[in-house]
């Protein structure tokens, strides 16, 4: 069983920072691939980002390549999503996710774990 903890969202202006967290509890951290969904109102969860087990390799949805980045650090069992170059349709709730399938593969139907989420509004 693996908990998920995110923290760290909030209220930024349109082309802003902010630094989301995921505290996981369990020590099989580092044998899950560790992604970053989002889910806006009226829409479906959609896919951010996604970090495999040893951190070697990223993978962004093509709406935040260049402007997000995804890291983990399994010695504290924690992966973060720095987001820069905010925009207002990054307004959503995110989610921290853990799979047992490959980073590149990840989605919300192979997700094992999920966290609470986190609100993050981007103001225009």
């Known amino acids: 069983q693996v908990h998920l903890l995110e923290s760290g969202g909030g209220l930024v202006q349109a082309g802003g920072s902010l630094r989301l967290s995921c505290a996981a509890s369990?020590?099989?951290?580092?044998?899950?691939?560790m992604g970053w969904f989002r889910q806006a109102p009226g829409k479906e969860r959609e896919f951010v980002a996604a970090i495999t087990r040893r951190g070697g390799t990223t993978y962004y949805a093509a709406s935040v390549k260049g402007r997000f980045t995804i890291s983990r650090d399994n010695a504290k069992n924690t992966v973060y999503l720095q987001m820069n170059s905010l925009k207002p349709e990054d307004t959503a709730v995110y989610y921290c996710?853990?799979?047992?399938?490959?980073?590149?593969?990840?989605?919300?139907?192979?997700?094992?774990?999920w966290g609470q989420g986190t609100q993050v509004t981007v103001s225009s």
């Open positions: 996710a853990a799979s047992a399938a490959t980073a590149q593969t990840m989605d919300p139907t192979n997700t094992n774990y």
């Open positions: 369990g020590r099989t951290f580092s044998s899950y691939a």
